[in-house]
C-alpha cells in the first residue's frame, strides 16, 4: 500500500505515477529490467533474479475494496528520516498491518534525503517499510538522475536486509560474497572499470542497486544478495505462512 502524504498539490503524486514506480520495481525486483543488456560481461553471470512482484493493496485493513493507493493532506510541510510519516498523529499516516501489507510512504523529505528503508528485525514491527520523496517516485514527472524508480528497489533492497554495496566502512563488508569489495559509494555514473581496495580487473560494481549512482547507471542485484533477501522475504516472521 502507498500512502502519499502531500501539504501541496504538486506533492500529490498521481496514481499513474505510483504505477509507473509499481512497473520499474517488479521488472528491477523480476530481473526484466531492459538495461540488464548492459551489465558488463564480467559481471553478468552475477546477476541475480530475485523473482519478487510486488501488486497494489486491494483490500484495507476493514475488508473495504481499495485501489492500495491512499492520499493524504498533511499539515506538515515537510519529513525527515524520524518516521513521523509512519503516525497519522505526527502529521502521517499509520501503517496498515505490517504483517500483512508492505507499506511505502511518499512525502516530501528534507534536504538531501531520497529515501530510507527500514531493515528486517526478529518481530515484524508496526514501522517497517519504506519512506520515499516524491520527486523521485515513479518514471513519470520525476526527477532526474533518480527518474527510474530505483531509490525504491535500492530502499525496499535494505527492507530485505541488503547492506550498501561498500559495507558502509572503507573497503567494508556487505555479508555478500558476490559483490566485489569497494572502497565507499560511487555516484553518477563512473567509468568502467573503476578499480578500488585491490577489486581489479572488473572493480567495483557500482551498477549495483546498493550503490549511490545514478538511476540510469544501476541495473542488477546479484545472486548472492538474491538469496539474502528471499531467506528474509520467504522465512518468518515475513512469511506469515511459516511461524517458526
Ligand atoms: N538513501 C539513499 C539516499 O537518500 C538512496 C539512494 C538511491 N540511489 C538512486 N540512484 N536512486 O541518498
Ligand atoms: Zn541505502
Ligand atoms: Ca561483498
Not at 99 to 105: A, C, S
Not at 121 to 131: H, M, Q
Amino acid at each position: 500500500v502507498f500512502h502519499i502524504l502531500y501539504n501541496t498539490p504538486e506533492q500529490n503524486i498521481s496514481d499513474a505515477e505510483i504505477e509507473s514506480q509499481l512497473v520499474a520495481m517488479n521488472a528491477d525486483f523480476m530481473g526484466t529490467n531492459a538495461d540488464a543488456s548492459k551489465i558488463p560481461s564480467a559481471f553478468k553471470s552475477l546477476m541475480g533474479k530475485p523473482g519478487i512482484q510486488f501488486c497494489l493493496a486491494k483490500r484495507t485493513p476493514t475488508g473495504a475494496p481499495t485501489n492500495g493507493i491512499v492520499h493524504k493532506s498533511t499539515t506538515k510541510t515537510s519529513f525527515t528520516a524520524n518516521d513521523a510519516a509512519k503516525y497519522s498523529s505526527q502529521g502521517g499516516d499509520d501503517a496498515w498491518d505490517t504483517k500483512k501489507y508492505f507499506n511505502i510512504w511518499i512525502c516530501n523529505l528534507e534536504g538531501t534525503l531520497l529515501g530510507y528503508g527500514e531493515f528486517p528485525s526478529t518481530t515484524i514491527t508496526k514501522t517497517y517499510g519504506y519512506v520515499g520523496h516524491w520527486k523521485y517516485t515513479g518514471t513519470i514527472n520525476s526527477q532526474a538522475p533518480f527518474n527510474l524508480g530505483r531509490t525504491t528497489t535500492h530502499e525496499i533492497g535494505h527492507c530485505l536486509n541488503l547492506r550498501h554495496i561498500w559495507g558502509d566502512a572503507n573497503c567494508g563488508s556487505d555479508g555478500v560474497s558476490d559483490t566485489p569489495t569497494q572502497q565507499t559509494s560511487n555516484s553518477k555514473c563512473p567509468a568502467y572499470p573503476n578499480v578500488t581496495c585491490s577489486n581489479g580487473p572488473n572493480g567495483d560494481m557500482f551498477m549495483n542497486y546498493m550503490d549511490y549512482s545514478d538511476d540510469a547507471c544501476m541495473n542488477m542485484f546479484t545472486v548472492g544478495q538474491t538469496t539474502r533477501m528471499l531467506a528474509t522475504i520467504n522465512n518468518a516472521p515475513y512469511n506469515v505462512l511459516k511461524t517458526s
